[in-house]
């Protein structure tokens, strides 16, 4: 009797690492925020995501130092993919990563808590031992409380008696770490995906935890709680449609793998090439899943209202970290799945880069809440980038990395440097008239959000310009001059908003000075990574070359 002779699944530990590292510590974090005590739990769970990332990190410097020995390669039986794109894409989700992590370690504990009497839901009166006065003795409200991103109890009504004990007992909630660990995870692998259902899985991991993230701000607990509610059935609706997708690839094609469907569409695998409705079909509902997740016009509804109910810390990361990975499914799905049928799927692309650019633009001019606004700041720079991404060429793939990436450093230090204004009763201070004169009164904060504006809106001297010229030179060359016009205009209309928020900071008078917000001195977990995200801006504005180079050397894919 012959013995069935199976062939292992071929697994690279070694360039998987990063990414198991991410999970590994994730999964770790979650015991911990079974089993350890409240008292050090916040400590504990802050050092080992920050840890585990460093970690990541290293391990991804081996792996790159393997690949330009070796190159690329198949890392799990073509389910991941080690390639260029990969490792531009995981370095720069890590390093946003990282700073969004500080950021939600960012405690404001600084007040003297005395015992007092509450009613409870339930009608029960109790004493909490570490209740807040004021100097004057008078017991603090729930606006007093300490100044924390997170709600100390997510699983409270907003603004009920619970919350107010919670929060006044100083509970932190620690289970954001876990929860972003495994988002970031899930954004690692999602540009590293060799096949639809390895993408259709890493898209449920990094959107699972973000869903929940969103939905424990501290102070707008409503607005939280809808733009989550928000957020995960807009973001189910497209995994559905994405999930349909890959159906239809499979059924054209004989195959998920992104390889093998690019070859079967082709011709090339058989000398037959699949059916071609079906293809476009597939292509098609895969295209809106992702586009979807990158925020493109009109997909990208839900982004203004999610942007501004989540915490500051996790809109830093959805807006920087989210886009860098969304990014990189696209332009693997285009260039390795479906690029015999550029024909087809580029005048499609063409005209939701337009719509993007255009319609994000004129909808933030309108816009009085500069949260919001940086919002639909964000749809615009998807419009941007796609102008890269349609571009069939290692120029296109290069460029938009260097967009992706120069956008979400600055998007991260923007989102980030909003947490640090706050008003009298401890809200993030983000409508447009709390800012008036605060860059008289912080002029390093005021220096630090214009870098920012100036960058988004692309002048000369900041990583923007550089991003938005180095996309719009592809696209030239690739013959999209439409796009480069429509995106031009859109910079030049779009800078008049950007430039107004600084006009307010630095030559406009506040109504009333007394009752103006100010910023609240922020510690090394916050400042450092602000300072750095302006530290990038600035040097790839004045040095991109190293960074070109990078992209250019990692702009191909494996197939």
Same mark, same amino acid.
């Given at each position: 009797?012959?013995?069935?002779?199976? *062939?292992? =699944?071929?697994?690279?530990?070694?360039?998987?690492?990063?990414?198991?590292?991410?999970?590994?510590?994730?999964?770790?974090?979650?015991?911990?925020?079974?089993?350890?005590?409240?008292? =050090?739990?916040?400590?504990?769970?802050?050092?080992?995501?920050?840890?585990?990332? %460093?970690?990541?990190?290293?391990?991804?410097?081996?792996?790159?130092?393997?690949?330009?020995?070796?190159?690329?390669?198949?890392?799990?039986?073509?389910?991941?993919?080690?390639?260029?794109?990969?490792?531009?894409?995981?370095?720069?989700?890590?390093?946003?990563?990282?700073?969004?992590?500080?950021?939600?370690?960012?405690?404001?504990? *600084?007040?003297?808590?005395?015992?007092?009497?509450?009613?409870?839901?339930?009608?029960?009166?109790?004493?909490?031992?570490?209740?807040?006065? *004021?100097?004057?003795?008078? %017991?603090?409200?729930?606006?007093?409380? #300490?100044?924390?991103?997170?709600? #100390?109890?997510?699983?409270?009504?907003?603004?009920?008696?619970?919350?107010?004990?919670?929060? @006044?007992?100083?509970?932190?909630?620690?289970?954001?770490?876990? &929860?972003?660990?495994?988002?970031?995870?899930?954004?690692?692998?999602?540009?590293?995906?060799?096949?639809?259902?390895?993408?259709? %899985?890493?898209?449920?991991?990094?959107?699972?935890?973000?869903?929940?993230?969103?939905?424990?701000?501290?102070?707008? @607990?409503?607005?939280?709680?809808?733009?989550?509610?928000?957020?995960?059935?807009?973001?189910?609706?497209?995994?559905?449609?994405?999930?349909?997708?890959? $159906?239809?690839?499979?059924?054209?094609?004989?195959?998920?793998?992104?390889?093998?469907?690019? $070859?079967?569409?082709?011709?090339?695998?058989?000398?037959?090439?699949?059916? =071609?409705?079906?293809?476009?079909?597939?292509?098609?509902?895969?295209?809106?899943?992702?586009?979807?997740?990158?925020?493109?016009?009109?997909?990208?509804?839900?982004?203004?209202?999610?942007?501004?109910?989540?915490?500051?810390?996790?809109?830093? &990361?959805?807006?920087?970290?989210?886009?860098?990975?969304?990014?990189?499914?696209?332009?693997?799905?285009? =260039?390795? $799945?479906?690029? +015999?049928?550029?024909?087809?799927?580029?005048?499609?692309?063409?005209?939701?880069? !337009?719509?993007?650019?255009?319609?994000?633009?004129?909808?933030?001019?309108?816009?009085?809440?500069?949260?919001?606004?940086?919002?639909?700041?964000? !749809?615009?720079?998807?419009?941007?980038?796609?102008?890269?991404?349609?571009? %069939?060429?290692?120029?296109?793939?290069?460029?938009?990395?260097?967009?992706?990436?120069?956008?979400?450093?600055?998007?991260?230090?923007?989102?980030?440097?909003?947490?640090?204004?706050?008003?009298?009763?401890?809200?993030?201070?983000?409508?447009?008239?709390?800012?008036?004169?605060?860059? @008289?009164?912080?002029?390093?904060?005021?220096?630090?959000?214009?870098?920012?504006?100036?960058?988004?809106?692309?002048?000369?001297?900041?990583?923007?310009?550089?991003?938005?010229?180095?996309?719009?030179?592809?696209?030239?060359?690739?013959?999209?001059?439409?796009?480069?016009?429509?995106?031009?205009?859109?910079?030049?209309?779009? $800078?008049?908003?950007?430039?107004?928020?600084?006009?307010?900071?630095?030559?406009?008078?506040?109504?009333?000075?007394?009752?103006?917000?100010?910023?609240?001195? #922020?510690?090394?977990?916050?400042?450092?990574? !602000?300072?750095?995200?302006?530290?990038?801006?600035?040097?790839?504005?004045?040095?991109?070359?190293?960074?070109?180079?990078?992209?250019?050397?990692? +702009?191909?894919?494996?197939?």
């Amino acid at each position: 009797m012959t013995a069935l002779a199976l *062939d292992p =699944h071929s697994i690279d530990y070694f360039r998987l690492s990063p990414m198991l590292i991410v999970f590994g510590v994730a999964v770790v974090a979650v015991l911990v925020e079974a089993f350890a005590s409240a008292a =050090h739990r916040y400590r504990v769970q802050l050092a080992l995501a920050s840890v585990g990332l %460093i970690a990541s990190m290293i391990a991804l410097g081996f792996v790159v130092a393997s690949f330009r020995t070796d190159g690329a390669s198949d890392a799990m039986s073509g389910a991941v993919v080690i390639d260029g794109p990969t490792l531009f894409l995981q370095g720069t989700v890590l390093v946003v990563a990282l700073g969004a992590v500080l950021i939600m370690g960012e405690r404001r504990l *600084d007040r003297v808590w005395a015992p007092v009497e509450v009613q409870t839901a339930a009608g029960a009166r109790i004493s909490v031992t570490a209740s807040g006065r *004021d100097a004057e003795g008078s %017991i603090v409200d729930d606006a007093d409380l #300490p100044a924390d991103a997170f709600t #100390p109890s997510g699983a409270t009504v907003p603004g009920s008696p619970d919350e107010l004990i919670a929060g @006044r007992s100083g509970t932190v909630t620690t289970e954001v770490y876990p &929860l972003a660990l495994l988002a970031v995870g899930g954004m690692m692998l999602f540009g590293a995906c060799g096949d639809l259902l390895t993408m259709f %899985i890493a898209l449920e991991v990094l959107s699972l935890p973000l869903y929940l993230l969103c939905a424990l701000a501290r102070r707008r @607990r409503l607005l939280s709680q809808e733009a989550s509610l928000k957020y995960f059935l807009l973001g189910a609706f497209s995994s559905a449609i994405f999930l349909f997708g890959a $159906a239809f690839a499979y059924g054209a094609t004989g195959s998920v793998d992104l390889g093998d469907i690019g $070859a079967a569409v082709a011709g090339t695998a058989s000398g037959e090439a699949s059916d =071609h409705m079906l293809a476009l079909l597939a292509m098609a509902l895969i295209a809106v899943g992702l586009l979807f997740k990158v925020g493109a016009v009109p997909f990208g509804s839900w982004i203004p209202d999610v942007y501004q109910g989540a915490p500051s810390p996790v809109t830093a &990361l959805m807006a920087s970290a989210t886009k860098v990975a969304a990014f990189g499914g696209l332009l693997r799905v285009l =260039h390795v $799945a479906f690029p +015999s049928l550029e024909s087809d799927w580029r005048p499609a692309l063409w005209v939701v880069a !337009i719509a993007t650019m255009v319609i994000a633009t004129v909808m933030a001019v309108t816009q009085h809440d500069i949260k919001r606004m940086l919002a639909y700041s964000s !749809i615009s720079h998807v419009g941007f980038a796609l102008v890269g991404a349609v571009t %069939i060429s290692e120029a296109g793939v290069s460029t938009t990395l260097f967009y992706v990436a120069a956008y979400a450093v600055s998007a991260f230090g923007a989102f980030a440097l909003l947490s640090v204004v706050r008003d009298a009763t401890g809200r993030e201070a983000t409508d447009f008239d709390a800012w008036t004169g605060l860059g @008289r009164r912080r002029p390093l904060v005021g220096a630090m959000m214009s870098l920012f504006l100036l960058s988004f809106a692309g002048i000369p001297l900041t990583s923007g310009f550089i991003a938005k010229f180095a996309v719009f030179n592809a696209a030239g060359h690739d013959g999209a001059w439409t796009l480069v016009i429509v995106g031009v205009v859109c910079s030049a209309i779009a $800078a008049y908003f950007y430039i107004r928020v600084i006009v307010a900071m630095f030559f406009a008078d506040a109504e009333n000075p007394e009752e103006a917000p100010d910023v609240v001195t #922020p510690s090394l977990l916050t400042s450092i990574p !602000i300072a750095v995200s302006a530290a990038v801006t600035l040097v790839l504005g004045i040095f991109p070359q190293w960074l070109l180079d990078i992209a250019d050397a990692a +702009s191909t894919f494996l197939r």
